[in-house]
């Protein structure tokens, strides 16, 4: 089993409608979580880190549910523009090295 | 100001030949870490500096790659012997300081092993 997991997709979302997707990890003693963007032929960027409360920067929205152990991106009010693979990032205990997940591809189309 | 740069960006070699790939992290940056990235998955963990110090070689996947950070600021991934399974996306990242802030990345070597 993979550290993390997640699906591949692709997530085919009309425009306007909400997407969610989630992301699971198999560490418990897993310390920071983060969801990265990335468009196609380009490095990784981070789109919001992930805290325990749950947070929402804009449309997006990232929850942590440490119990089951996965994390969740939700998009409102999808755009063209959100066209991605969307990467979850988790960095353990020790050290700053950060383990990621295979990608969700997303495709919002008009 | 100027993000994390790499080169070359393209790298075709023949099997067997050594590669060295640079990386140039954001100026102030402490940390600074190397990723492999194959199509369609997500970077792999390689290796990470603190300074000059290498913290972290777990993810290297054999004594063919090494890498330096001799001053703290620039670092090389280097391939002895390269084989066609090297062939990947290496991506280099940097963060602030050794907390737990954000990881850049540069916009990455791609490798291909003829």
């Known amino acids: ?110 | 100001g100027a993000g994390v740069s790499q080169s070359p960006r393209y790298k075709v070699t023949k099997r067997g030949q050594d590669v060295a790939l640079r990386c140039d992290p954001i100026s102030g940056h402490v940390s600074l870490y190397w990723y492999r990235q194959a199509l369609g998955q997500g970077p792999e963990f390689l290796t990470y500096f603190n300074y000059e110090a290498q913290q972290d070689k777990s993810g290297l996947p054999n004594d063919r790659f090494s890498a330096e950070r001799p001053e703290g600021s620039i670092s090389t991934l280097t391939i002895q012997r390269t084989e066609q399974r090297d062939s990947a996306m290496y991506r280099c990242a940097s963060s602030l300081g050794t907390g737990k802030e954000t990881q850049y990345f540069g916009p990455g070597t791609r490798l291909l092993v003829l």
């Open chain 1, 1 to 110: 089993r993979k550290e993390v997991e997640q699906d591949p997709g692709p997530f085919n979302v009309p425009e306007g409608a909400t997407v969610a997707f989630n992301c699971t990890y198999s560490n418990s003693a897993s310390q920071s979580f983060f969801w990265y963007r990335q468009d196609c032929r380009k490095e990784p960027k981070l789109l919001m880190s992930v805290y325990s409360s749950g947070n929402e920067d804009g449309r997006f929205t990232a929850q942590l549910n440490r119990a089951s152990q996965y994390i969740s991106l939700l998009i409102r009010d999808s755009k063209l523009s959100d066209s991605a693979t969307y990467l979850c990032a988790v960095r353990g205990a020790a050290g700053n090295k950060l383990t990621f997940g295979g990608g969700t591809r997303v495709l919002v189309k008009p």
